[in-house]
Nanobody
Framework: QVQLVESGGGLVQAGGSLRLSCAAS????????MGWYRQAPENQRELVAT???????SYANSVKGRFTISRDNAKNTVYLQMNSLKPEDTAVYYC?????????????WGQGTQVTVSS
């Protein structure tokens, strides 16, 4: 139905930058909100940032001013620009999309991409 493929994770030193991408494909009528979540070892998955179809954004307090979420609706792709990275940003980052498939709206998830920030 909806496949999300993430890319852009990796290893970076503290203070560095990474850009994550997530492309959606499949048989859906529309995609509403898209977002990024992360999960560190032994922690629960937490919201990082979301963006609606018309571009309204929201961020976790811990990333405000450092991360920027954006999307290209023509490409069904969402991005997360991460600057001034800190070791505590280390986690697996998951892409999320709320999509309409036929008459049903549901959340879909990517497979996750590892982000590691060394001190």
């Amino acid at each position: 139905q909806v496949q999300l493929v993430e890319s852009g994770g990796g290893l970076v030193q503290a203070g560095g930058s990474l850009r994550l991408s997530c492309a959606a494909s499949g048989r859906f009528r529309s995609i509403n909100a898209m977002g990024w979540y992360r999960q560190a070892p032994e922690n629960q998955r937490e919201l990082v940032a979301t963006i609606t179809a018309d571009g309204n954004t929201s961020y976790a307090n811990s990333v405000k001013g450092r991360f920027t979420i954006s999307r290209d609706n023509a490409k069904n792709t969402v991005y997360l620009q991460m600057n001034s990275l800190k070791p505590e940003d280390t986690a697996v980052y998951y892409c999320n999309a709320r999509a309409r498939v036929f008459l049903t709206v549901a959340d879909y998830w990517g497979q996750g991409t590892q982000v590691t920030v060394s001190s």
